[in-house]
């Protein structure tokens, strides 16, 4: 877990590498290597991590173990080595998800292998030094439909119509054949692509139990809606990108990439996150108004990213890098906070 949260920060900082702000530093960091270290190193650590303890079987854990050396190998220049250890713990993904499956035969786990299906693919592209925008797609994949297969699993409480499941179904691998058609370099697949973005966070605004959970409070209020607008910025890009086309680079590219990454993905790590930590860790994290805080900063800043497109003010896309950028830090300094609060607390209370 700690390779992949210094994953994260090396993947925030060839951020800024990438958009000139800051220069490569000793270890391998430039600004190519973003991409890669936060969709591999992690959240393909994290969410591998997340299934072995979940599973709780030993083979399990060779899945975040080689991704996460792949990362370390990466980074230090052993890169043809490092590219068999990410392939290596793509497969074993593959493997734990498949298996996954296998014991409980659920539409929400067949999703969630499809995910690592796209990583695996997206992976094996990488490695082949295909451009990053003809694979990124497959990269996306992979913690979209992760998400969606994790929130159709919890949604069960909701009881969705048995066709409505299936529709949802249907998308989804709708979505993985025209990722596989944008390979054909025409524009039919983009736009279905891009409706096949709407459908699915529509569908989940629809039956997803944060509509319910809004009402609540402490951190199932606060959940629900990093949930929901999660889902909304996916519909924006999904509008956005059929107003402008295939982006291969430039700011309409970093403002699709980013309403996804950022406006969607991660929404939803700030919404699981206090129930992630105590599941890898046994830490819990108490809830405090302050978790608003960085949600603010996370969408109004990604805001003020995508507002560079239409303006043609670069500046403002630093300014929006730099409030992102400062969102995350700040959401995980105050999740540092709250558990060494508690368990300080804990400590305390607890007879000599």
């Known amino acids: 877990m700690l390779l992949a949260v210094g994953s994260l920060l090396l993947g925030l900082y060839t951020g800024l590498v990438r958009l000139g702000v800051l220069a490569p530093g000793n270890l391998q960091t430039n600004g190519m290597l973003h991409g890669p270290l936060m969709i591999n190193g992690f959240l393909g650590t994290l969410i591998s991590l997340e299934r072995a303890a979940a599973l709780r079987q030993h083979w399990t854990w060779s899945a975040p173990v080689l991704l996460a050396l792949s990362t370390v190998l990466i980074l230090s220049g052993i890169t043809t080595i490092g590219s068999f250890f990410l392939l290596a713990g793509t497969v074993m993904l593959v493997a734990v998800l ?13 999703i969630m292998l499809l995910g690592a299906f796209c990583l695996l693919i997206g992976n094996v592209l990488f490695v082949m030094n295909y451009p990053l925008f003809e694979l990124v797609f497959w990269w996306v994949g992979f913690p979209v439909l992760t998400i969606f297969g994790e929130r159709l699993e919890l949604n069960r409480i909701m009881r969705p119509p048995m066709r409505a499941t299936q529709v949802f179904t249907g998308i989804i691998l709708l979505w993985m054949m025209m990722v596989a058609l944008l390979h054909l370099n025409t524009p039919a697949p983009w736009y279905g692509l891009m409706l096949l973005f709407i459908l699915p966070a529509a569908w989940m605004i629809r039956y997803d139990v944060a509509r319910k959970t809004i009402g609540s409070t402490g951190w199932t209020r606060f959940s629900a809606l990093c949930m929901l607008t999660g889902y909304f910025w996916l519909i924006i890009a999904g509008i956005y990108a059929s107003s402008v086309g295939q982006p291969v680079a430039g700011l309409p590219y970093d403002a699709l990439l980013h309403m996804i990454f950022i406006g969607f993905v991660f929404s939803m790590i700030f919404a699981h996150a206090a129930f992630i930590l105590p599941a890898l860790t046994g830490m819990e994290v108490p809830y405090s108004h302050y978790f608003y805080l960085p949600f603010a900063l996370l969408h109004g800043f990604l805001l003020v990213r995508v507002l560079t497109d239409f303006t043609g003010v670069p500046e403002l896309q630093q ?34």
């Open 319 to 352: 300014i929006g890098s730099y409030g992102n950028l400062a969102a995350i830090l700040i959401f995980m300094i105050g999740v540092l906070v709250q558990v060494t609060r508690a368990n300080l607390v804990n400590r305390a209370s607890s007879p000599a």
């Open 98 to 110: 498949s298996y996954v499956l296998r014991i409980d035969p659920a539409l929400y786990h067949l």
